[in-house]
């Protein structure tokens, strides 16, 4: 791709604390532990929209609006991405 610039590695706040994004060689996810938020091979999860969806509403006092209701997360590991 033309222009595309794709970075292995970089540092990104999080609930007040810096954390890396991984990607391995090719730029493919790494697992992450949803409690550390450190990479975590054996028992990690890959971070989908899914996992930010569910953290912002929590986040912003909406997890137990109407909308999350109609619209709910289940079998969704929680990620403690604002601390």
Request: contains cysteine.
């Amino acid at each position: 791709m033309v222009g595309h610039v794709a970075a292995e590695r970089e540092d990104v706040a999080c609930g007040g604390q810096s954390h890396a994004v991984e990607t391995d060689g090719l730029h493919f996810a790494q697992r992450i532990n949803p409690r550390t938020l450190e990479r975590d091979d054996m028992n990690g999860t890959i971070i989908y929209p899914k996992h930010v969806h569910k953290a912002l509403r929590r986040y912003l006092g909406l997890e137990n609006s109407l909308g999350a209701q109609r619209f709910p997360y289940n079998n969704t590991k929680d990620f403690a991405f604002f601390g």
